[in-house]
């Protein structure tokens, strides 16, 4: 089991920064791909980025160049730095892990967090 706890979420204006940070548990860290999600409201859950123990990135195409994931192996904890928000950001984010990265490719990792709310307004 993992177990995997979000903090840094918020509301904040448009073009501002938001550091957000998965704290992980319960499993070898270095056994596991760790990712974020974010669903806003009335759209699917979609994939954001994720990072492997090697620090391999992958990255979803609508953040490309304005989000960077980053990971602490010494804190077990993975950070998603929001740069130049938009109000288009606003959603729920997620931290989720699995073994493997397709699984977080198709939006089906086993391990969840409990989301966390980011608003940006305009």
């Known amino acids: 089991q993992v177990q995997l706890v979000e903090s840094g979420g918020g509301l904040v204006q448009a073009g501002d920064s938001l550091r957000l940070s998965c704290a992980a548990s319960?499993?070898?860290?270095?056994?596991?791909?760790i990712g974020w999600f974010r669903q806003a409201p009335g759209k699917e859950r979609e994939f954001v980025a994720a990072?492997?123990?090697?620090?391999?990135?992958y990255y979803g195409d609508s953040v490309k160049g304005r989000f960077t994931i980053s990971r602490d192996n010494a804190k077990n904890t993975v950070y998603l730095q929001m740069n130049s928000l938009k109000p288009e950001d606003t959603a729920v984010y997620y931290c989720?892990?699995?073994?493997?990265?397709?699984?977080?490719?198709?939006?089906?990792?086993?391990?969840w967090g409990q989301g966390i709310q980011v608003t940006v307004s305009s």
């Open positions: 990072i492997r123990w090697s620090g391999l990135i």
């Open positions: 319960g499993r070898t860290f270095s056994s596991i791909i």
């Open positions: 989720a892990a699995d073994e493997a990265i397709q699984q977080l490719r198709l939006n089906r990792p086993n391990y």
